[in-house]
């Protein structure tokens, strides 16, 4: 039965996340327009919005009011879409091609790709802060404090850093070291948006313990995926250029575990994380069908 | 007797703000050991730190505690030296030298600059956000919500994007629009840094407003202070190349008013300022030296 209204309940909060935005993003007027509108551009009806959906789903799993879930994961999405506005600059990956549309660099320049990720970034924060989110300050405030750890130097831009270097070492990393660049690069933001629905409705620490494993686990899932996905398909499928990675001689667990194994890995990961999930019951039975979707998706 | 010491005391807070720094970043170390080292040369050991004074010395004004004050002062640096970073790339003002010393893009490169301002921006809320900085969740999250509206697009990030767009614009910004993009660009953060003290120890909401006026009259102030200088100082007295503004005939207050009537402008704001901070007694006099201090500096 999930996975027949996955999709659904997918597109149902993309569309609801894209609402929020519209509404805690800056108005596409004044003299700053061009800045407005490059954020706008860059978090607004683009991309499956599975950060958010995973923010959303967690938050159900706790009764968490729906305005205080969908801020959140409206923050989550500002801040992934600051991270791909910057990864996609030419002193970075150089991509011309996001979700099947010119980079933010691309449609604008550098200076206001540049501008308009940071200011992404602030708004996430921002919007993780203010009352509306929350009227308890702690949570408020552990909820700044966890999306800052997985973003930062130790969490994603540590990741990315990561990456950059793997392209010009002379010698390829081992799979202890692609693990940890992937998680770190993709895996944190991902294991926060699964945490967000715990901290949000104030869970025992051992339930966001469950929801960090199962987030951490269905982020791997996901990169073998992607990196699945950048080797078999055409750029028209993934609306972004594909076997940039293998070209690039990227350091993905792909690469080093070959298709067959990764794939049988991704599908263990998988099984993994849902059997994280069993203490919450058929309440998680559309974050159990996601975590399928994970490895079966075909773009 | 305060304009003999507050040299003295800049420079002890700079150094008390260094040693939080070194503590605050991640170490020189690791993989990532590139972004690490890059973050801290953008900050530590450089600049007068006169914001992160300011946080120290507004917050002494209601009795917090140092630990608390120091943090945040920290952060404010934090986030001041990410804008430095990245208003220095190639693709925005395209600077190489900044307080005598190559900047991060020259140091290293484009990437590893992008991703130590972006790091540094997360790092500034992170720290604010985090129990240390404070007991009660309220004040924490009150200080994540300010800073990113001051930093944020609309505040610091959208101010540097008038800046962008004033320098291709066909016509000359009018005075009001100056007036703004200053306000945006430099002020938000220094009124921020002002208001900050006030928000650590629960100032009245009054009291809060003389802190903002004061931040706000000396930050303009400041700013022309510094046009001032980009037009009469070398490169060496600087620490950064001069003349630039002029040469790239950037929307100054001094353009506009010409600098006989801008410096008179600029005392006209300290006076201001330094009547805000009646209501405080002897115990905002470093403060208001620090006001006088703003125009006299000669560097």
């Known amino acids: 039965m999930n996975l027949e209204t996955l999709p659904a309940a997918i597109a149902e909060a993309a569309a609801e996340i894209d609402t929020a935005l519209a509404v805690l993003l ?54 992934h879409g600051y991270s791909l506005v910057h990864d996609d600059l030419p002193a970075m990956d150089d991509d011309d091609l996001r979700r099947g549309k010119p980079t933010v660099h691309k449609a604008w ?68 070291a692609v693990l940890r660049l992937q998680q770190l690069k993709t895996g944190r933001l991902i294991e926060f948006a699964a945490e967000a629905g715990g901290i949000l409705g104030q869970a025992a620490a051992p339930l966001r313990q469950r929801l960090l494993a199962y987030g951490r686990d269905i982020g791997t899932a996901f990169q073998i995926a992607d990196d699945l996905l950048d080797l078999t398909a055409t750029p028209e499928q993934a609306g972004k250029a594909t076997g940039k990675d293998a070209a690039a001689g990227k350091a993905t667990l792909l690469g080093l575990l070959g298709p067959e194994r990764a794939r049988l890995y991704a599908v263990e990961l998988i099984a993994r994380a849902k059997a994280e999930l069993d203490v919450f019951g058929a309440r998680a039975d559309l974050l159990c069908a996601l975590a399928d979707h994970v490895i079966s998706r075909r773009h």
């Open 26 to 79: 800056p108005p596409d007027a004044g003299e700053e327009a061009p800045l407005f509108a490059a954020m706008r551009y860059a978090t607004i009806g683009g991309g499956k919005k599975l950060r958010g959906f995973l923010v959303l789903e967690t938050a159900r799993l706790f009764g968490v009011a729906r305005g205080s879930a969908i801020r959140v994961a409206a923050a989550v999405e500002m801040l």
């Open 109 to 176: 320049d550098e200076a206001t790709a540049i501008l308009a990720g940071d200011a992404l970034q602030t708004q996430a924060f921002a919007t993780l802060a203010a009352p509306e989110t929350h009227a308890d300050g702690e949570i408020r405030a552990t909820l700044c404090l966890r999306l800052a750890q997985a973003a930062g130097a130790q969490g994603m831009v540590g990741g990315q850093m990561l990456d950059m270097l793997a392209e010009v070492a002379t010698a390829p990393l081992e799979r202890g």
